[in-house]
Nanobody, 116 residues
Framework: QVQVAESGGGSVQAGGSLRLSCVVS????????MNWYRQNPGKQRELVAT???????NYALSVKGRFTISRDSDKSTVYLQMNSLKPEDTAVYYC??????????WGQGTQVTVST
């Protein structure tokens, strides 16, 4: 069973930066898709960024140009670098990794709070 654990959340002022980390219990070479989602209470979970095993990346329009997703296979870790943070980026951020129908693992989430 694959496990993932996020870290790096916190409180920051608008315009600041944070880097989230997601440690995966299995080699990233066995994972096809790595995602970061975010969610606020009473709202749907939103896909923020994706990176695939081939290195393809994709971003939500709301974060494009500000957030960068990357991975370090040696450390089995996926990162989300968040720059120029805005109050509307405040949410719980979740890491999700997938491999077809075999793997669909989620972390417990890490809180990001951006104040004005």
């Amino acid at each position: 069973q694959v496990q993932v654990a996020e870290s790096g959340g916190g409180s920051v002022q608008a315009g600041g930066s944070l880097r989230l980390s997601c440690v995966v219990s299995r080699s990233l070479f066995s994972i096809n898709v790595m995602n970061w989602y975010r969610q606020n209470p009473g709202k749907q979970r939103e896909l923020v960024a994706t990176i695939t095993s081939s290195g393809y990346t994709n971003y939500a329009l709301s974060v494009k140009g500000r957030f960068t997703i990357s991975r370090d296979s040696d450390k089995s870790t996926v990162y989300l670098q968040m720059n120029s943070l805005k109050p509307e980026d405040t949410a719980v951020y979740y890491c999700n990794v997938k491999r077809g129908a075999q793997v669909d693992a989620w972390g417990q989430g890490t809180q990001v709070t951006v104040s004005t």
